[in-house]
């Protein structure tokens, strides 16, 4: 989710879950190490829990950027396994780590040396064109297994393989196959992990199947693209109240999120359309939405303040005048 999560989206999401736990987009070590840490590190007290993910393969970088993530308040250190892209590849880090478990292994245990809060993996079932082979389960499995031993306790898994040549990033979201019962089958023979899955879940009730066989589940994509999906969640799997109640009342809320990272930053403001961009799912699906995005991505309006944006989003949509 890289560019895709970042802390104005997680305030956005926020608005509809309270209880559902958010991920940063990846973060790389270098970027942590040699990099502006504010701009990668700082979120809005409203977001928690917050989990940050980290890109690397260095177990003393991870370590170190672990420990920053702990002292900035996040939730849960998150390791990348998973990514197949050939940029991260050249990195050393991402799905093309799952052929070295013992590093991997090494890599949580220093993180779980350093820090005092969970330390978490994200994978895929496998890599490369196994999903078919006799090999490709038990290479899940002994992945899992090697990793657990370094302590960490809960894995979030990707049910596709990640094909690391001939494919794009998007095509390897969507082409390997779907093969939920090997993660289904990981719930079996480690019992005492946490097992989420991950990939083509889109619904609550596809994540009401899903909790029959693992222990979490992660919406990444359709979360983003149809925020809205997310607005019965606390309710459902929380036993809890919602967030907002409303669409509009949501937006009147970035609107307000707009103005202060305007306000508040002079020297750098935050512009609106930075943030809009984020909420374009919003009312996917309502009478009129495409005349409303319209509106909130037309550049000519990136001077006008944002309640004068959202007024004249709502009148093109033809809504009531928020």
Not at 6 to 15: E, G, N, P, Q, V
């Amino acid at each position: 989710m890289m560019d895709w999560t970042d802390r104005h989206c997680r305030y956005f999401h926020r608005l509809i879950t309270k209880n559902a736990l958010l991920y940063t987009e990846m973060v790389t070590t270098g970027a942590l190490l040699h990099g502006d840490v504010p701009r990668h590190l700082d979120f809005s007290p409203e977001e928690p829990p917050v989990a940050l993910q980290l890109g690397g393969s260095e177990p003393e970088d991870l370590a170190k950027c672990a420990k920053l993530g702990e002292q900035w308040g996040y939730s849960e250190i998150n390791v990348n396994c998973g990514c197949p892209s050939e940029r991260v590849q050249r990195g050393a880090f991402g799905a093309c780590l799952m052929r070295e478990a013992d590093l991997v292994r090494d890599c949580v245990k220093a993180m779980v040396d350093a820090v005092g809060i969970p330390v978490t993996v994200k994978h895929r079932i496998g890599i490369d064109h196994t999903e078919d082979t006799p090999e490709s389960y038990p290479f899940l499995r002994d992945f899992v297994g090697t990793v657990a031993e370094g302590g960490c306790r809960v894995f979030i898994v990707h049910a596709r393989n990640a094909w690391l040549k001939g494919l794009s990033p998007k095509e390897n979201r969507e082409r390997p196959p779907l093969r939920y019962e090997l993660v289904h089958r990981l719930k079996g023979d480690f019992p005492d992990l946490t097992i989420c899955i991950n990939g083509g879940i889109t619904t609550s009730a596809d994540i009401t199947e899903q909790l029959q066989h693992v222990d979490g589940v992660m919406v990444g994509r359709e979360a983003y693209h149809n925020p809205w999906t997310m607005a019965d969640w606390d309710a459902t799997f929380f036993a809890a109240s919602g967030a907002m109640n409303t669409r509009t009342e949501v937006e009147k809320h970035m609107i307000s999120y707009m103005e202060s990272l305007q306000n508040t930053s002079k020297d750098r403001p935050t512009h609106w359309h930075a943030v809009a961009r984020h909420m374009m799912g919003l009312y996917n699906g309502q009478p009129g939405a495409r005349k409303w995005r319209q509106v909130w991505s037309d550049h000519r309006l990136k001077t006008e303040p944002p309640a004068k944006v959202m007024q004249l989003a709502h009148q093109a949509a033809a809504w009531e005048t928020p």
